[in-house]
């Protein structure tokens, strides 16, 4: 009997290992908005801070950045759009609830409009009166992020550090 338990074990790992182990489980929708979600606000320290996306230390480092406004900035976007366009693309809509259907329709056309406008990156001005550094900077520090308790404070000051050692590399030395 105990001989016969030592060959059905063996045969059984001998069985498991000739298969190879199981494939991982399926991807969700549901599972790739979250962790598209958590990537596109992540790689947007301002987004991230003034919906408080995350949480803890992570929230924390957040709230002491600024999202560079530079062309690198606008590009890495761009490819984390693309990058969700190709994987929405793997899902079966027919086998989406009616919800699921109409997030990845809105989120298909969100990011296809983002990629497809940059081809009109070179359109971009730095100073405009509806999105550019004059406007979105004010606004950031002066309406999205949030003040409730004193580390918010805190926060908020290391933010207007950051920007003034980025002005301060950007600013032409006095002359002499």
């Given at each position: ?157 290391a933010r207007l550090d950051r920007w003034r050692c980025a002005w301060k590399k950007r600013s032409p030395k006095p002359k002499a």
């Amino acid at each position: 009997m105990k001989r016969l338990a030592i060959v059905l074990a063996i045969g059984t790992v001998i069985g498991v290992s000739a298969q190879g182990p199981a494939p991982p489980p399926a991807r969700s929708v549901s599972d790739f908005f979250r962790d598209f979600t958590a990537e596109w606000i992540g790689a947007n320290p301002n987004l991230a801070a003034s919906t408080r996306y995350f949480t803890g230390a992570e929230q924390d480092r957040f709230e002491e950045q600024l999202t560079p406004e530079t062309a690198e900035y606008r590009h890495r976007r761009i490819e984390i759009a693309q990058k969700g366009l190709t994987e929405l693309a793997t899902f079966d809509r027919a086998r989406m609830s009616e919800t699921e259907r109409v997030s990845a329709e809105l989120m298909q056309w969100q990011l296809s409009t983002l990629v497809e406008g940059d081809k009109y990156s070179d359109y971009v001005f730095p100073l405009e009166q509806f999105g550019g550094a004059n406007v979105s900077l004010p606004n950031i520090l002066t309406v999205n992020h949030p003040l409730v308790t004193e580390k918010d404070a805190v926060h908020y000051i290391a933010r207007l550090d950051r920007w003034r050692c980025a002005w301060k590399k950007r600013s032409p030395k006095p002359k002499a």
